[in-house]
T-cell receptor
Framework: SAVISQKPSRDICQRGTSLTIQCQVD?????MFWYRQQPGQSLTLIAT?????????ESGFVIDKFPISRPNLTFSTLTVSNMSPEDSSIYLC???????????FGSGTRLTVV | EDQVTQSPEALRLQEGESSSLNCSYTVSGLRGLFWYRQDPGKGPEFLFTLYSAGEEKEKERLKATLTKKESFLHITAPKPEDSATYLCAVQANNNDMRFGAGTRLTVKP
């Protein structure tokens, strides 16, 4: 299965600033997914990133707040912009394995906004 | 709307005390139901995929089963290293994936 490297693993940021999270996959994948996981809640899909096209955002998430880049088939970034304490969460990238193994996830980025 | 509900939210077991976790779902056409294990500070790790009612999968002390409305993750004679959050997810025929909130399992020695 794919191996995903995600960084940073954690960060504490000031409100009003932005943080860019990087996700590197060890194989080429068509789609990459960005999730948010808040304490005690289920994973919520933020957007789906395809190489060479704009990301597709889920209801409640907008490009100005969560811009995504997908420059090639092995890399993606998610930026959390103009952060507020409500953005404190774990952010995860993932890819879908084509062998009935569901999704493979990165180790996550634990973001705290103060 | 597709929904996934996991119960209980938290479960504490003594080592060797078998139990089951529940995942109830409603989905407009099930493509697959997935179980994941998530350890603190890590991303979810794939355990099983189930595709149709009656299907069962086993791995060490874990067995997953599926009906038309729910899935169970049975844990037989658990050990402390089985302590983790277990997530259930359903994928619809349109490929949308929806996750439950998870069951946080603690196994005491």
């Amino acid at each position: 299965s794919a191996v995903i490297s995600q960084k940073p693993s954690r960060d504490i940021c000031q409100r009003g600033t932005s943080l860019t999270i990087q996700c590197q996959v060890d194989s080429q994948v068509t789609m990459m997914f960005w999730y948010r996981q808040q304490p005690g809640q289920s994973l919520t899909l933020i957007a789906t990133a395809n190489q060479g096209s704009e990301a597709t955002y889920e209801s409640g998430f907008v490009i100005d707040k969560f811009p995504i880049s997908r420059p090639n088939l092995t890399f993606s970034t998610l930026t959390v912009s103009n952060m507020s304490p409500e953005d404190s969460s774990i952010y995860l990238c993932s890819v879908e394995e084509g062998t009935g193994r569901g999704y493979t996830f990165g180790s996550g980025t634990r973001l705290t906004v103060v | 709307e597709d929904q996934v509900t996991q119960s209980p939210e938290a479960l504490r077991l003594q080592e060797g005390e078998s139990s089951s976790l529940n995942c109830s779902y409603t989905v407009s056409g099930l493509r697959g139901l997935f179980w994941y294990r998530q350890d603190p500070g890590k991303g979810p790790e794939f355990l099983f995929t189930l595709y149709s009612a009656g299907e069962e999968k086993e791995k060490e002390r874990l067995k997953a089963t599926l009906t038309k409305k729910e899935s169970f993750l049975h844990i037989t004679a658990p050990k402390p290293e089985d302590s983790a959050t277990y997530l259930c997810a359903v994928q619809a025929n349109n490929n949308d994936m929806r996750f439950g909130a998870g069951t946080r399992l603690t196994v005491k020695p």
